[in-house]
Nanobody, 124 residues
Framework: QVQLVESGGGLVQAGGSLRLSCAAS????????MGWFRQAPGKDREFVAA????????VYANSVKGRFTISRDNAKNTVYLQMNSLKPEDTAVYYC?????????????????WGRGTQVTVSS
């Protein structure tokens, strides 16, 4: 079992930055791939970024490439999503996810565990 708890969301003006955190716990989560997804009202959940904890493969959605960075702190068992140059279209609930994947995928159904999400709102 893996537990995920997100934090760091909030309200920010366009062009601003936020850093989301995902505290992970569980017996084997370090063999998993970890990812961030987001869901805006009335839209499907979409992939943002992911990496494999053991292999180091990192993947980004085209819409966030160059603006967002996924990273980890092994000592704190925490995954981060640094979001810069935020746009109003980045407004969504952001979810942390973990999956038993050697190579991270962009498909939500591939991930086994999810956090409750944290709201990010970007004003214009």
């Amino acid at each position: 079992q893996v537990q995920l708890v997100e934090s760091g969301g909030g309200l920010v003006q366009a062009g601003g930055s936020l850093r989301l955190s995902c505290a992970a716990s569980g017996r084997t989560f370090r063999t998993y791939s970890m990812g961030w997804f987001r869901q805006a009202p009335g839209k499907d959940r979409e992939f943002v970024a992911a990496f494999s904890w053991s292999g180091g493969n990192t993947v980004y959605a085209n819409s966030v490439k160059g603006r967002f960075t996924i990273s980890r702190d092994n000592a704190k068992n925490t995954v981060y999503l640094q979001m810069n140059s935020l746009k109003p279209e980045d407004t969504a609930v952001y979810y942390c996810a973990a999956g038993t994947l050697v190579v991270p995928t962009t498909t939500p159904a591939s991930y086994n565990y999810w956090g409750r999400g944290t709201q990010v709102t970007v004003s214009s």
